[in-house]
């Protein structure tokens, strides 16, 4: 008998800490992050594919074009595939609308290259000197 009295004792007295400090006994909802958009580029000539983040779908990047990509976390890694091998990886930072690109701003922007080459010097690769030009000359 004395344990059930001991017991309810401490109940008792639990219930009433917990009535004066005003402690409800409600959880607290965690909110979700929000989606976050960003751009993948692919500056390749062979597609690319790559995993979704949410879902167990696969993308395509088509070569030399764009994507919109929905990310669930502010930090990531990005492994794109070409013929089911691992092609290129990036760890990624999301920074909410910090990247404008076509008239809109997204929260990330990756850049796929093929390996080897500068994006900023693609633009020399296929200069080609010009001939010498010769002029005739009248003779008589």
Not at 37 to 48: A, F, L, R
Not at 112 to 123: A, E, F, N, Q, Y
């Amino acid at each position: 008998m004395p344990k059930k009295k001991m017991t309810l004792v401490l109940l008792a007295s639990v219930i009433a800490l917990l009535s004066v400090t005003g402690a409800n006994a409600q959880v607290a909802a965690v909110e979700p992050l929000p989606p976050y958009v960003g751009v993948i580029k692919n500056n390749c000539h062979h597609d690319i594919s790559v995993p979704s983040e949410n879902s167990l779908a696969t993308l395509i990047v088509p070569a030399r074009s764009w994507i919109e990509f929905v990310v669930w976390d502010p930090k990531f890694d990005l492994i794109p595939y070409r013929e089911g091998k691992p092609f290129h990886c990036q760890k990624v930072t999301v920074t909410p609308d910090a990247f404008p690109f076509m008239c809109k701003n997204y929260d990330f922007m990756v850049e796929i290259c093929p390996p080897g080459l500068d994006p900023t010097k693609d633009r020399y690769r296929f200069y080609k000197k010009y001939k010498k030009r010769y002029r005739k000359t009248e003779t008589g």
